[in-house]
């Protein structure tokens, strides 16, 4: 193999690197970005008193449920969403833990 082509090879390789690395990246800010519309949704961090998750449930009790935004919450791809009382229950699959985390850096 010729040193030219060596060089050709590993100049696509380092390409396909970065590629991959931004496309990475660009995920994860999205994901921060969906968490935070969904906090938004569920009318600010300061309407959210308590909250847990369970495998793919998210259990939130809200201070007032009039200002949440159920609609909206389900248009993000909430499986389900329960109301009982100033208790919503939101199946949201995997992204259920991650939301608690979410809101526990928020909260600090």
């Known amino acids: 193999m010729e040193q030219g082509q060596l060089l050709e090879y590993l100049i696509i390789i380092v390409v396909m690197v970065i590629i991959a690395i931004?496309?990475?990246?660009?995920?994860?800010?999205?994901?921060?970005?969906?968490?935070?519309?969904?906090?938004?949704?569920?009318?600010?961090?300061?309407?959210?008193?308590?909250?847990e998750s369970n495998k793919s449930r998210f259990t939130v009790t809200v201070n007032d449920t009039s200002i949440v935004n159920k609609e909206a919450?389900?248009?993000?791809?909430?499986?389900?969403?329960?109301?009982?009382?100033?208790?919503?229950?939101?199946?949201?699959?995997d992204n259920a833990e991650k939301l608690k985390k979410y809101i526990d850096e928020l909260k600090r």
């Open 22 to 51: 931004a496309i990475i990246k660009s995920k994860k800010k999205d994901f921060k970005i969906e968490i935070n519309k969904l906090v938004t949704y569920l009318g600010g961090k300061d309407n959210i008193l308590s909250y």
């Open 73 to 93: 919450i389900q248009k993000m791809g909430a499986r389900g969403i329960v109301e009982i009382d100033n208790e919503l229950k939101i199946i949201l699959g």
